[in-house]
């Protein structure tokens, strides 16, 4: 079945960096555009970004752009993402999700806490 | 900020039949589908309704979602205590060139 695992979570200091990843199995990620996806405590869910299935397009949400990057390695199933200039307000969890053009599955997300 | 608007909260008892919209503009639900998702507080949020009204196998068929202009619907039947979460309609936004989430909608089971 699919499963996806985020890893990398962790306490950083504003304008530190770190990279999440996310392993895939259960289906051909090759063939699947890759999501990340948070939640800020106490907020609702916020898009972060989107490669597609080949990693040749890359699209982010208004308050990561420049900040953030996404990329795949599809000989490995996993996907990236490297945050930085971290700010309190991405304090939050972190979601994978496959689907080629909106999240369809989702993993279980891994915590990013930005604080000094 | 949400570009999606959702009703902060809805409520039923056991057996009722609950309803919440998601109000959109051109750009986003009047020319794209629109999903729906199921968030349980720890867990992974689960795509109840895809392509407007299509259910993923597994998902009960008390879930039905429907479409009209620039706004959407989620439509919950025979509600149950397993209900209680909170519910995220989203679109992709072409002026954007993003995905989108509603608000949020809490859904409380009486």
């Known amino acids: 079945q699919v499963q996806l695992v985020e890893s990398g979570g962790g306490v950083v200091q504003p304008g530190g960096s770190l990279r999440l990843s996310c392993a895939a199995s259960?289906?051909?990620?090759?063939?699947?555009?890759m999501h990340w996806v948070r939640q800020a405590p106490g907020k609702g869910l916020e898009w972060v970004a989107l490669i597609s299935y080949d990693g040749s397009n890359k699209y982010f949400g208004d308050s990561v752009k420049g900040r953030f990057t996404i990329s795949r390695d599809n000989s490995k199933n996993t996907l990236y993402m490297q945050m930085n200039s971290l700010r309190a307000e991405d304090t939050a969890i972190y979601y994978c999700?496959?689907?080629?053009?909106?999240?369809?599955?989702w993993g279980q997300g891994t915590l990013v806490t930005v604080s000094s | 900020q949400s570009v999606l608007t959702q009703p902060p909260s809805a409520s039923g008892t056991p057996g009722q039949r609950v309803t919440m919209s998601c109000s959109g503009s051109?750009?986003?639900?009047?020319?794209?589908?629109v999903n729906w998702y199921q968030h349980l507080p720890g867990t992974a949020p689960k795509l109840l309704i895809y392509?407007?009204?299509q259910r993923p196998s597994g998902v009960p068929d008390r879930f039905s979602g429907s479409k009209s202009g620039t706004s959407a619907s989620l439509a919950i039947s025979g509600l149950q205590s397993e209900d209680e979460a909170e519910y995220y309609c989203g679109a992709w936004d072409d002026s954007l060139n993003a995905y989108v989430f509603g608000t949020g909608t809490k859904v409380t089971v009486l």
């Open positions: 051109s750009s986003n639900i009047g020319i794209n589908t």
């Open positions: 999700a496959k689907g080629n053009n909106s999240p369809a599955y």
């Open positions: 392509i407007n009204n």
């Open positions: 259960g289906f051909i990620f090759s063939r699947d555009g």
